[in-house]
Structures are given as C-alpha cells and as structure tokens.
C-alpha cells in the first residue's frame, strides 16, 4: 500500500513557526519528487514549495519565499515543511504530494492533509 501521512499542523500565532511533516510508505522514496500544496476554503489548492527526488533543487512559491523551507531525509522515508513567521492568510490544510515519471508511465499519490490555523 502507498501512504503520506502529514502531520505537525495546528493552531499558531501570526509570527510563529510550525514544521510539518510527510511520512512516505509503500514505493521508491527517493524516486519521487515531493511537493506541499494547500488549500483554503473557497480557493483553489496551490502548491506552496516542492523538492526533488535527491534534494538538489527546491521550488517556493512567491508568497512564502524567505519563510518556509521544505528538505528531506530519504533514509527516513520522510519531507519537512519548517514554516516561519507564519501569517493568517498561510492558514489551510496543508497536503504532501508525490510524483515520478517512470519508463511505465506517470504516478502520483496525495496524503490526506493537515490543518495549519494561524490566529491574528
């Protein structure tokens, strides 16, 4: 079975920190990029900040830039999002997502998600 399970989300104040978490199971970690997306009700989900398979390159969207960083530990089976200087509008599910190309095709999993609520 494939999993991604997040976890580390909660309830913080504007200008706090919080580190979440991507636990992966079930097929090649170090084969799949990761990425964070999210999710806030009425708008469309984005993707926030992406990894590759070895680490070597990262993505960050402009919005958080400067404040989050996203690593992994591929010996652990495991991403971060390390969230700082949080702001009310980060607040929205947080979900880990994973994705390879391969010679058979395409595959990607989505984990269930993680609220993040980041009080003014």
């Known amino acids: 079975e494939v999993q991604l399970v997040e976890s580390g989300g909660g309830l913080v104040q504007a200008g706090g920190s919080l580190r979440l978490s991507c636990a992966a199971s079930?097929?090649?970690?170090?084969?799949?990029?990761i990425g964070w997306f999210r999710q806030a009700p009425g708008k469309e989900r984005e993707g926030v900040s992406c990894i590759s398979n070895r680490g070597a390159s990262t993505y960050y969207a402009d919005s958080v830039k400067g404040r989050f960083t996203i690593s992994r530990d591929n010996a652990k089976n495991t991403v971060y999002l390390q969230m700082n200087s949080l702001k009310p509008e980060d607040t929205a599910v947080y979900y880990c997502y994973a994705a390879s190309i391969q010679w058979s095709g395409v595959y990607d999993y989505w984990g269930q998600g993680t609220q993040v609520t980041v009080s003014s």
């Open positions: 079930g097929f090649t970690f170090d084969a799949y990029a």
